[in-house]
């Protein structure tokens, strides 16, 4: 959502955590989520300083819900039921 949000400006990097030390480690993941059906674009300030492709907006506005429903299905293919 961040990509969007900022026309492409921000991306999220892989990452991963890994504990070298022998003592045991707790990790807690936290996201933060919109509403499953909200209107999501590129804000008004990315489009107008960080334009794209001769067009002011790189991304098109999507749907939260059905973008995350895509973004699930093509992460976990392996485990969507194709009958």
Not at 2 to 16: A, D, F, M, P, Q
Not at 49 to 56: A, L, Q, T, V
Request: include cysteine; aromatic fraction near 12%; proline fraction near 4%.
């Amino acid at each position: 959502m961040l990509k969007i949000l900022s026309n492409g400006v921000y991306e999220s990097t892989l990452h991963r955590v890994i504990n070298n030390s022998p003592r045991y480690r707790v990790c807690v993941g936290f996201f933060y989520e919109t509403n499953f059906d909200a209107m999501v674009e590129p804000l008004d300030i990315f489009k107008e300083k960080h334009p794209r492709n001769n067009s002011s907006q790189a991304f098109k506005r999507v749907v939260y819900g059905e973008h995350l429903v895509i973004k699930l299905q093509t992460t976990f293919a392996n485990l969507v039921d194709h009958n």
